[in-house]
């Protein structure tokens, strides 16, 4: 008996110490995340762009404290990405770069690589080691998560090597310190011009738009939602078969610009948003087109808000798109003075204030107010047209509808008048997304402004509706002649592809 009653006491003794060591390295690391990180703007840039010397994965499991923001090695940082995030919810692993956790300016480093070396497995676990490079000092090292991955950011690029697998593929990605911080989303708000300028091609005198709506983005090999047709293989694969119809549409269009309307990636489903947004626009990058981003109600669902997705895309090239300085994220205009302005506003998310505004947020006054002054200024701009991600309400009323109408408009029940804003400002055409089965254009006739729909594009989202085929929406904008014209294309059946259809010229 006294044996037993013994050992109870230890095991008690031990559990206690055991609590009050763990507590104790909480403080520790709290007290080091407060006072020996750098906080202030010019202090933390200069410690970001401080080279690291060097680079380590820890895995440990979800209690461990070995996982903390600051090592206990003190100079070690750890990044905020836990590289198993949902695929094994028991265990964590980050990258940790070392770097002088008090930043000493003039401090200087030797100029290295990395890689991840299968040789050297043994000697350091993930078999990652620093070698001198041709490229310069490393800022920042990350992980993408997933065996599809892209970087498209100037100034990152892959580690050269196979993917590192850590109970899945991970692509790690370094930032080369040659190239300035990513903006924050305050100066990218101050830097707001009243237009970006679109170069049209002399020669043709036009500007061909590839709209792309709803493209669902996941983060590794999420199954096709609503396959359609039968025929189709039965094991379809979303992001694989959305970027095929992308790079399809691509090469058939050859587009001046990409315009994505909205839900680029399914941000509830998706574990990292910045994989998935980067999966969204690689191929768009891959054939060096200029694009620009409205964002639908999906994007900011995953970890990133839309300001965090704004700050990846504008390291994107070929992003010509702006965050804006008026409510939401991405407002703002293309145009070629002379012969177009193209607005592009944020219709915003679903509401977090159900009863004022049940379902979705509204496009607000101060941007119809935006919206208004810029159309005074840019009056003779022959073509004037207005993309956003949700539809209006007067969308699902209008007359003449070409194209398909299979579910009802969700629009928001908020909506302070943007349509008749439109009208006043006699904008003659509007286009949304969202409404992934619905891809009609119709005049309404109270309004007389055009409305149209665009039809979902990527196999992430849903479909359905009676048997959708993903499909997208091209537009042609032809300022001499004063025409806007438009047409589209399906996915299937591949025979299919090479036919436009729906095509139709407006006079504006
Ligand atoms: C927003 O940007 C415009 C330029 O397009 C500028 O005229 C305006 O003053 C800015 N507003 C704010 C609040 O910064």
Not at 103 to 117: A, K, P, R
Not at 263 to 272: S, Y
Not at 348 to 372: E, F
Request: hydrophobic residues 35%.
């Amino acid at each position: 008996m006294k044996v037993f009653a013994r050992r109870g006491h230890y095991i008690r003794l031990y559990f206690v110490y055991g609590v009050v060591l763990y507590l104790i390295l909480l403080i520790f690391d709290y007290w080091l995340v407060k006072t020996q990180l750098p906080t202030s703007p010019n202090t933390r840039v200069a410690y970001l762009q401080t080279p690291i010397e060097d680079i380590r994965i820890v895995e440990c499991g979800f209690f461990s404290p070995f996982c903390r923001p600051v090592l206990l090695f003190w100079r070690w940082d750890r990044s905020s990405k836990n590289l198993y995030k949902s695929w094994l919810p028991w265990k964590r692993a980050y990258v940790f770069v070392k770097r002088p956790v008090r930043y000493i300016s003039g401090v200087t480093m030797t100029i290295e690589d990395l890689v991840i070396d299968r040789q050297n497995m043994k000697r350091n676990k993930h078999g990652l080691r620093i070698r001198q490079g041709p490229n310069g000092d490393i800022c920042d090292v990350e992980g993408l998560l997933g065996s599809d991955v892209a970087e498209v950011r100037k100034g990152w690029s892959p580690v050269p090597s196979d993917f590192l697998l850590l109970g899945r593929p991970i692509l790690l990605t370094q930032r080369y310190c040659s190239y300035p911080l990513p903006s924050t989303i305050d100066s990218l708000k101050k830097e707001t011009p009243a237009f970006v300028e679109v170069p049209v091609n002399e020669q043709k005198n036009k500007l061909k738009i590839l709209q792309l709506s709803d493209l669902h983005y996941s983060t590794e090999l999420a199954k096709c939602r609503d396959s359609y047709p039968p025929e189709r293989p039965s094991n379809c694969m979303a992001d694989a078969t959305t970027n095929a119809f992308v790079i399809e549409l691509i090469k058939r269009e050859s587009p001046d610009l990409v315009l994505f309307t909205g839900d680029l990636i399914n941000g509830d489903t998706v574990e990292d948003s910045k994989t998935s947004l980067m999966k969204a626009l690689a191929p768009v990058v891959d054939y060096e087109i200029p694009f620009a981003v409205a964002y639908g109600n999906h994007d900011s669902l995953g970890d990133l808000a839309n300001d965090g997705l704004a700050q990846i895309v504008n390291q994107v090239p070929g992003n010509i798109g702006l965050v804006g300085n008026i409510s939401g994220v991405g407002n703002f205009v293309l145009r070629n003075p002379g012969k177009f302005s193209i607005y592009v506003l944020d219709s915003h998310a679903g509401t977090s204030n159900g009863r004022a505004c049940p379902m979705y947020d509204a496009i607000k006054k101060d941007q119809l107010v935006w919206l208004k002054s810029r159309k005074m200024e840019f009056e003779n701009d022959p073509i004037q047209m207005v993309f956003f991600h949700i539809p209006l309400r007067e969308f699902c009323e209008v007359d003449d509808m070409v194209g398909s109408y299979r579910e009802k408009c969700s629009s928001s029940y908020c909506d302070p008048g943007t349509a008749k804003t439109l009208s006043e400002l006699r904008i003659p055409l509007a286009v949304a997304g969202h409404d992934h089965v619905n891809d009609f254009c119709g005049m309404h006739k109270t309004h007389q402004v055009r409305f149209c729909m665009a039809g979902g594009s990527g196999f992430g989202g849903y479909g359905g509706h009676g048997g959708y085929i993903r499909r997208a929406r091209i537009w042609e904008l032809n300022p001499s002649e004063r025409t806007i014209r438009t047409w589209k294309r399906l996915e299937w059946p591949p025979e299919d592809r090479s036919k436009i259809f729906d095509d139709q010229t407006f006079n504006v």
